[in-house]
């Protein structure tokens, strides 16, 4: 027995043994498992915070730089500005440099965080061809992403002593784009060696396609106002050739006025040819002693002189840098030494005036700074020229017929009528200039060009139409505006605004009316829209996608505001109410009230519709009946129902 209880007992030591010797070879690898997954963890913790704070950082510069864009639409200055100091910080970098592209020549235009010897030696590189001589010209030459990863290692990099300068090791630059072609680039530097993180590139790419919205912005912009004042110009002439038909001096004095200040040249002359010689008739703004020497003296016209190639060609004559000129480096031509050191003129353009293609004067503009005039600058005084001869045609025949006998009576008639006839169309014009900047202020985009295109304004007259009315506020904005500072308030409104008033015009609406964060828009008048319910529910789930971004952002700043909207269908009576030098357009009606109503009872998110828009758009939306309000100023209780989201193909 003791035999086989020692046997046993032998047998029992040996499994604990056993056991004992796993536990120790296996309980380290558990722990160090368990350690490793716990450490894993924190670090993909620590990436993805990191991540989404970057993320954050650049759509909050990205934001701030399409403010900027939207308050500076004349100058794109501000906006490279930031877009400098953006992408120096969010790419971690030491210095941001931008540049324009004009075609020829990079400019350096912006910069951010440079050191006064940085700046100096980067001003006098540039203006500079694209080239391969530094990362923001190598961009511009290959239109694509160029990375310096080591300056000093890189054979064409030129820029060697402001690298040592700015203590900096690696370049990388981007190209700004636009219709394919390179109008600018994006340089970053940094102190380490080294390729920049693609997600950076991004970002500066990001940048790039931001700063192509602001110059097309301002050039857009520019273009506008540059028609608009010559065509108010042209309109200025016009009035005073019909106001002035026998006497050319107010004429050419409006038309040198007009042409200097629009070309922004310096001063301008105009000259009458009498076959022989060119006499100074006109001026503005022209320096006495250069005036007197015109006066006293003729230019000379000789073949390689500017003036005298313009009379020999009958053609413009464009000299950009004057003093360059042969005639005056050699001081052989009087007339081209008197331009410079009387007038200090350096860009001179001369437009011939010609009546059935001979020479009767010529209209001349000069700078005083070496800057050429461009295309658009040359096709205007080509037009004032062009005028200034209908102008002396105008007052030569006028005056010969005052000098006609009666026998001629009868055209002196006609030409009163052809003046009568050209007074009305400038009275025309001028009406219909100073009528569609009245309409383009004070009503909705679509109604004033729908009354420009008809050229009536029976539209504005009162009318009933069915419609679809669409009315939209800001949960908890009244407790938001009275808690807070007001220019918190107009923050918030002008990024809500931004917001809406983008998709509005998208979706074709008529903007009835602001109102604080309350907003109305309307469809199918002035402009028909095909099933207008739709339009009008379609653009609502744009614009709670749009606001649902917002209000993200606003609750991470604290602010618990929501979003809702309610849409009706029905009749209105539509118009122009107000007073005169201040109209709206405004619906009014039944359906109207239905909207602003389903709007107050629509929780945040919710688009609340009526039934009729309901039986408009329920084969294209789906929906969730929310049940019966009892409206204010509605009789019945109205069935409202929430719109949810656009139907998939499939269902």
Known sequence: MRRRSRAGGEQVKKRRRKTVTLKRRN???????????????????????????????????????LRVISRSPTDVQPVFDMIAESAARLCKAQFCFVYRFDGQLLHFV?????????????????PAPPSRRSAAAR?????????????????????????????????????????????????ITRGQ??????????LLRTFADQAVIAIENARLFNETKEALEQQTATSEVLQVISSSPGDLQPVFDAMLENA?????????????????ALHLVATHNTPPAFAEARRRS???????TPIGRMVATKTVSHVADLAADQGYIEQSVPGIVAAVELGGVRTFLAVPMLKDNELIGAFILYRQEVRPFTDKQIALVTSFAAQAVIAIENTRLLKELRE?????????????????????RVADQVGEIERMGKLRRFLPPQVADLIVASGTEKQLEGHRRE??????????????????????VMALLRDYHAAIGEIIIRYSGTLERYAGDGVMVVFNDPVPVDNSALQAVLMALDMRVAIGALTEKWSRLGHDIGFGIGIAHGFATLGTIGFEGRFDYAAIGTVSNVASRLCDEAKPGQILISPRVLMAVEDAVTIEPIGEFALKGIRRPLAAYNVLAVKSADT
């Open 193 to 202: 060696a080294g390729l920049l993180p693609d997600r950076q590139i991004e």
């Open 27 to 65: 309980a380290p690898k558990i722990v160090g498992h368990r350690s490793s997954s716990a450490t894993g963890q924190e670090t993909q913790v620590a990436r993805l915070t990191r991540e989404r704070d970057e993320a954050l950082e650049q759509q909050t510069a990205t934001s701030e730089v």
């Open 404 to 424: 006609k006998t009666d026998q001629l009576e009868a055209q002196s008639q006609e030409v009163v009528k052809l003046n009568q006839h050209l007074e009305q």
């Open 467 to 488: 419609i679809t009315a669409l009315f939209c506020d800001l949960r908890g904005f009244t407790g938001f505006s009275e808690s807070s500072d007001p220019e918190d």
């Open 298 to 304: 003729h230019p000379r016209l000789g073949p390689k």
């Open 260 to 276: 200097v200040r629009i070309c922004d040249a310096r001063f301008g002359n105009i000259y009458r040819w009498d076959g022989d």
């Open 110 to 126: 912006a910069h951010h965080g440079l050191t006064a010897e940085v700046l100096e030696i980067n001003r006098r590189a540039y």
């Open 139 to 187: 961009a511009v030459l290959e239109g694509s992403v160029v990375q310096i990863p080591d300056v000093n290692a890189d054979p064409d990099y030129v820029l060697g002593a402001m690298a040592v300068a700015g203590i900096y090791r690696s370049v990388a630059a981007v190209p700004i784009v636009r219709d394919g072609l390179p109008i600018g680039s994006i340089a």
